[in-house]
């Protein structure tokens, strides 16, 4: 019991050290490499470890957390209000590195809503001009799917059948569009 709450600790530990702000680590002396490669070095970046924000990784950490199978949690409204950094997600896209979205109780206009969340990580990622980056489809994947993921570590989602757990959410876009066109 006592290693497995040292483990639990390191995990926490590990996941505040990742999604620190650079402000957060002025006068402290920090490795000379990177944080990401120590946290491999002593064996926490593992496929049961999610990370929060990661507005600082850069290609190399990037690398390192796609082959091991971490996953960063994207927490854009809080990273905004914070002014601490937009996380790379497109840079997490074109190096396999897996991410979904969270929130952590620092949303932009303190209602938790999930869906605006969603709404506007999607469109602060979409991309540039005709590069298109985040699409709506794949946000809400991430948001699903690799979100089940990261709270759960299993990767038995997405299936509606007999004996099978669900949770369901049904939107329905029509009714959006007619209070729009009032």
């Known amino acids: 019991a006592a290693k497995a709450r ?5 995990y926490r530990a590990a996941r505040d050290a990742v999604a620190a702000s650079r402000s957060l680590a002025d006068g402290v002396e920090l490795p000379k490499d990177h944080l990401v ?10 496929p049961r470890l999610t990370v929060a ?23 854009s409204s809080s990273n905004l209000r914070l002014r601490s950094g937009i996380a ?22 303190d209602d938790e809503d999930a869906l605006r969340e969603l709404r506007l990580t999607q469109l602060l990622h979409a991309g540039l001009g005709l590069d298109e980056g985040l699409t709506p489809a794949e946000a809400l994947t991430r948001a699903t799917s690799v979100g089940h993921t990261a709270v759960d570590g299993s990767t038995d989602h997405g299936i509606i059948g007999p004996g099978t757990p669900a949770d369901l959410v049904v939107l329905v876009a029509e009714l959006r569009e007619q209070q729009q066109a009032r």
């Open 6 to 10: 040292g483990y639990a600790d390191g």
């Open 37 to 46: 490669a120590m946290l491999d070095r002593i064996g926490l970046l593992t």
């Open 53 to 75: 924000h990661g507005v600082w990784l850069d290609d190399a950490d990037l690398a390192l957390l796609a082959e091991r199978g971490v996953i960063v949690s994207v927490n």
């Open 88 to 109: 790379p997600v497109a840079r997490m896209k074109a190096m396999g590195t897996s991410f979904a979205f969270g929130m952590d109780g620092m949303s932009l206009d």
